[in-house]
T-cell receptor
Framework: DADVTQTPRNRITKTGKRIMLECSQT?????MYWYRQDPGLGLRLIYY???????NKGEISDGYSVSRQAQAKFSLSLESAIPNQTALYFC????????????FGSGTRLTVV | TQLLEQSPQFLSIQEGENLTVYCNSS?????LQWYRQEPGEGPVLLVT?????EVKKLKRLTFQFGDARKDSSLHITAAQTGDTGLYLC?????????????FGKGTKLSVKP
């Protein structure tokens, strides 16, 4: 099994629909992150969590919400999807301290039509 | 706001050539990390450099952290088609960002046979 598993891998949804992207990790790390990747804009941080009770907004949190259900699970929701949320979404986890690398999932390609 | 500028944005070379990509900032970082991302997958950590002036080698890849810890370079010797991908640098600090990584926008490398 992969260290970080994201579901679904691909999703097409309609404008206005609520959608949830799920992430689970087997690394045993406390820290988890959600990023979106767009061509030319790179990876942008949406939300991050340093433990189950700690949730923080990233640089582009508007229109998104998260839930940390357990140490291993961190889900991202789009309350009312809009076309400019079409992107590649990545979940990542890391150990404590920025000198530890991130382990990323394989991503969810989301298309909002 | 801390920024990491990567250059070049795109690089297309023939197999067997050497290349260098750069990652520059006006800010000091505790560490610099390099990731490689293949199409349809998440970024994978290649290396972390921590000490100013540090050089690390990973087979044909050589990573260097600048003396002032503001910049880094990745040199690939005798590139192979398997080196094709998006190379991302990421800077980390223990300070105000609480350990979040700052990502550059990446260098897209294409190695042709």
């Amino acid at each position: 099994d992969a260290d970080v598993t994201q579901t679904p891998r691909n999703r097409i949804t309609k404008t206005g629909k609520r959608i949830m992207l799920e992430c689970s990790q087997t690394k045993g790390h406390d820290r988890m992150y959600w990023y979106r990747q767009d061509p030319g804009l790179g990876l942008r941080l949406i939300y991050y969590s340093f433990d189950v009770k700690d949730i923080n907004k990233g640089e582009i949190s508007d229109g998104y919400s998260v839930s940390r259900q357990a140490q291993a699970k961190f889900s991202l929701s789009l309350e009312s999807a809009i076309p400019n949320q079409t992107a590649l979404y990545f979940c990542a986890t890391s150990d404590w301290g920025p000198n530890y690398g991130y382990t990323f999932g394989s991503g969810t390609r989301l298309t909002v039509v | 706001t801390q920024l990491l500028e990567q250059s070049p944005q795109f690089l297309s070379i023939q197999e067997g050539e050497n290349l260098t990509v750069y990652c520059n900032s006006s800010s000091v970082f505790s560490s610099l990390q390099w990731y490689r991302q293949e199409p349809g997958e998440g970024p994978v950590l290649l290396v972390t450099v921590v000490t100013g002036g540090e050089v690390k080698k990973l087979k044909r890849l050589t990573f260097q952290f600048g003396d002032a810890r503001k910049d880094s370079s990745l040199h690939i010797t005798a590139a192979q088609t398997g080196d094709t991908g998006l190379y991302l640098c990421a800077g980390a600090n223990y300070g105000g960002s609480q350990g979040n990584l700052i990502f550059g926008k990446g260098t897209k490398l294409s190695v042709k046979p």
